[in-house]
């Protein structure tokens, strides 16, 4: 439910799946999690209902646009589907590495997620292009874009 309809941060999901597979699942999840909130289970039930459709036709054509806006601004590859761009800042970095790159951020009102989160990559970082309005979105992008000397 996260990426198909926006609703990162409910904690709700399903798995299907070979019964054997399934079940072991169960006793796993069993022991990780008490229980998805109920407010969590209603939202993915009215999604399911049919407005999340609509709701994903919709966002998908802001999300394209702002996403190769975005991408387009920074001098990097469009996004291929996804709401994020994960890109090197080795050239950017100074003495204070990454953590330094990402506090200069910050300062800026910019929140970016460090590439070493997503496996093996010390000079990356990651841009969420969907985690607030366009315009909001565009001017974060902007400081940043300032921030690379782009």
Request: glycine letters at 14%.
């Amino acid at each position: 439910f996260s990426k198909a309809y926006g609703m990162a941060g409910n904690r709700c999901g399903y798995v299907i799946g070979p019964a054997e597979a399934v079940t072991e699942l169960r006793k796993i999840g069993m022991h990780s999690f008490y229980s998805t909130p109920t407010a969590s289970q209603i939202a993915a039930l009215r999604v399911l209902d049919g407005p999340g459709d609509a709701w994903v036709a919709h966002a998908r054509g802001i999300y394209k646009t702002v996403g190769d806006r975005v991408a387009a601004r920074l001098g990097l590859e469009g996004p291929a589907g996804s709401t994020f761009l994960f890109f090197d800042v080795a050239e950017h970095l100074d003495e204070t590495g990454l953590g330094g790159f990402l506090e200069r951020c910050v300062d800026r009102g910019l929140f970016l997620a460090p590439g070493p989160s997503f496996g093996p990559y010390p000079t990356h970082v990651r841009l969420c292009f969907t985690a607030a309005p366009p315009d909001v979105v565009e001017r974060g992008v902007e400081a940043l874009a300032e921030l690379l000397g782009r």
